[in-house]
């Protein structure tokens, strides 16, 4: 887990490297600034064992240099999931920490990464319930379709770690997902 975090972080930072190499940069000004505010209604669909379930949930965060966004997210699932092998089922909700990237924000489609890391619980249904570790990276496109709206497509894997349930370990909980993002907010100052 530790190497995927480095893995994360190292990527962060060579994408935030080359995008301070071009002309629009986001460390190219003497600090940080604030330059809007987003929240976001969030559904993910996530893939476990040829069955999917619907999580819901959003973020909300302050938008620094028009390009980084720091803020907080919540999600839990919609549905009761099987585990692997019909061991039992489960239920999961977790928040963390959000960490957005999206660069030339300003263009009407653009790039968009997220970086969602914090904890969660999952509830058995025999009971027995464990609080996890949440790691979840994605990356995929957004619309700008008004000033204050804007729409996201994301795909990205869940890991999970810190599981302390006998004969199930995170990677039983893990899994990959696709994201449908409606992003509402304002963004000021120009280009």
Same mark, same amino acid.
């Given at each position: 887990?530790?190497?995927?975090?480095?893995?994360?972080?190292?990527?962060?930072?060579?994408?935030? !490297?080359?995008?301070?190499?071009?002309?629009? !940069?986001?460390?190219?000004?003497?600090?940080?600034?604030? !330059?809007?505010?987003? &929240?976001?209604? !969030?559904?993910? =669909?996530?893939?476990?064992?040829?069955? &999917?379930?619907?999580?819901?949930?959003?973020?909300?965060?302050?938008?620094? *240099?028009?390009?980084?966004?720091?803020?907080?997210?919540?999600?839990?699932?919609?549905?009761?999931?099987?585990?692997? +092998? @019909?061991?039992?089922?489960?239920?999961?909700?977790?928040?963390?920490? *959000?960490?957005?990237?999206?660069?030339?924000?300003?263009?009407?489609?653009?790039?968009?990464? *997220?970086?969602?890391?914090?904890?969660?619980?999952?509830?058995?249904?025999?009971?027995?319930?464990?609080?996890?570790?949440?790691?979840?990276?994605?990356?995929?496109?957004?619309? *700008?379709?008004?000033?204050? =709206?804007?729409?996201?497509?994301?795909?990205?894997?869940?890991?999970?770690? +810190?599981? +302390?349930?006998?004969?199930? +370990?995170?990677?039983? =909980?893990? @899994?990959? &997902? @696709?994201?449908?993002?409606?992003?509402?907010?304002?963004?000021?100052?120009?280009?």
């Amino acid at each position: 887990m530790k190497k995927l975090i480095f893995l994360a972080l190292a990527s962060l930072f060579i994408m935030t !490297t080359a995008q301070a190499q071009s002309e629009e !940069t986001l460390f190219g000004h003497d600090r940080l600034s604030l !330059t809007g505010f987003w &929240f976001s209604a !969030t559904h993910q =669909f996530a893939y476990h064992e040829d069955d &999917f379930a619907m999580l819901r949930g959003g973020y909300g965060g302050f938008e620094f *240099n028009r390009t980084l966004l720091l803020g907080w997210g919540r999600f839990n699932y919609r549905d009761i999931v099987a585990l692997p +092998d @019909a061991q039992a089922q489960y239920e999961m909700k977790f928040n963390g920490f *959000n960490l957005g990237f999206t660069p030339q924000s300003h263009k009407a489609i653009h790039p968009r990464m *997220n970086f969602l890391t914090g904890g969660g619980k999952i509830k058995l249904d025999d009971g027995n319930s464990d609080r996890v570790f949440i790691l979840q990276p994605s990356a995929g496109v957004e619309l *700008n379709v008004f000033r204050w =709206f804007r729409l996201g497509l994301e795909g990205g894997y869940r890991f999970v770690s +810190d599981t +302390d349930f006998s004969n199930l +370990d995170g990677s039983d =909980f893990g @899994a990959p &997902f @696709a994201q449908i993002d409606l992003k509402f907010g304002w963004s000021w100052g120009s280009w």
